[in-house]
């Protein structure tokens, strides 16, 4: 298999964010997450999918078609949509960058200052991951005190958000709606890359997510969960056999079926 040129979208399972890019890839298949800076918090927090939008000819013309069909997704929600994490637009900064930047002496330049950083090994490029995780879990903290950001929106808010977006989705047929029964499962393999425990671990330590709730919003959540999950319909993939959620899964289990070969239908 060769080597790929695309341009793709991450999405989070917990969160609406999300995050525009493109590849060329070295090998076929080449594990590629993005390479986020400023908001790099979130791949560290939450689980990301990562969905291929369009393929391009392998070639330099290929490449700067890509960068360009890049530029026309990420313009239109770029500094106007609160969840889209991409911090600058093809060399143009995102406010908060220039706001940061005025602060040193203005605006140097893009991709050219994020080279000799790398290069000379300073700025988040000097940083160990523990800093840089610490740097973003100030960052998260100071945005739940000043109530902006994600803790800027109630729950209800984040909830209509996510119902809107995957609506969209499954209007347009993108995203999870989008893709063949392989392509889901495959998805789900994959799903928990930066997830499991090393992010469990992070959030328990720092008391943010389920580990940042008292004993009694646990338990409303599980109640407002146990409601939403009875009335969500999924069908068996290899059976056809449609219930919720649990009463699914057993069914599944009994008879040696993979649980993930499932999609749901309402």
Known sequence: MQPRIYTYKITFEEVPYYYYGSKKEKVFDE??????????????????????????????????????????????????????????????????????????????????VGKKSYELGTGIFGMTTEEKREVSLKGIETQRKNNTGIFAITNEQRRENVKKSHETQRKEGKGFFGMTAEQKSEAGKKGGYLGGKKSQKTLRKHKLGIYGLTEEQMRENGKKGGKISGSQKWMCLETKYISNPGALTHYQNARGIDTKNRIRIK
């Not at 013309?61 to 239109?76: H, W």
């Open 31 to 112: 594990e590629y997450w993005g390479s986020p800076i400023t908001n790099k918090w979130c791949w560290e927090l939450y689980t990301p999918k990562k969905q291929i939008l369009e393929l391009f000819e392998y070639s330099d013309k290929g490449y700067i078609k890509a960068q360009e069909v890049e530029g026309r997704l990420i313009r239109p929600v770029y500094n106007t949509d609160e969840w889209c994490l991409n911090a600058n637009c093809l060399g143009i900064f995102s406010i908060d960058q220039k706001r940061k930047a005025g602060k040193i002496g203005g605006e140097i330049g893009g991709k050219i």
